[in-house]
């Protein structure tokens, strides 16, 4: 038992096939002792391991944002597209921590407005204005507030044309 253990703390991808969630952590360590692009594809392979990542990543929560910049340095156009709309959406979550980390694998243009292509109107118009609400409350200093807000305002004026 002590050696299935060790194995699965070794090779991170096996622990969610044998039921046990991916840690951030190892995901991290992993990617900085192989080839990261083959095994970030390989975490995509199978939808649930996916799924729980995204949903980790949407929290906002900082280990996991920074899980989000490690995959998308090394993700296809898909994959790439996936992770983008989803810090978007960890903006309504954890916007403090969002703020934090733009302006490296993400920018404020692609995370601080609509993910959105063909949504209703009313819809992408409420997303906008939550995730508005939420930056403009937000407990962050930087400069990328400020940016993130006026393109959340420029897309929002966008929407009402």
């Known amino acids: 038992m002590k050696y299935i253990l060790i194995f699965i703390l070794i090779y991170p991808g096996l622990a969610t096939a044998c039921g046990q969630p991916i840690r951030a952590d190892a995901i991290m360590e992993y990617t900085g002792s192989t080839g990261e692009k083959e095994y970030v594809m390989r975490l995509r392979d199978r939808k649930e ?12 929560d900082k280990t996991w944002l920074k899980v989000a910049e490690i995959l998308k340095r090394n993700a296809d156009a898909a994959m790439t597209k996936e992770l983008t709309y989803t810090v978007s959406f960890a903006l309504k979550n954890s916007p403090e921590q969002v703020l934090g980390i733009l302006g490296g694998q993400y920018s404020v243009k692609e995370i601080c407005g609509s993910p959105f292509v063909e949504e209703n109107i009313h819809f992408e ?31 929002i004026a966008e929407t009402h044309r």
Not at 49 to 60: C, T
Not at 138 to 155: E, P, R, S, T
Request: charge should be positive; proline fraction near 0%; hydrophobic fraction near 35%.
């Open 125 to 155: 118009q409420g997303f906008l204005k939550t995730i508005k609400d939420k930056v403009e409350n937000a407990d962050y200093q930087g400069q990328q507030k400020a940016i993130c807000l006026d393109n959340i305002n420029h897309q």
């Open 49 to 60: 391991r996916w799924a729980y990542i995204l949903s980790k990543i949407e929290s906002g």
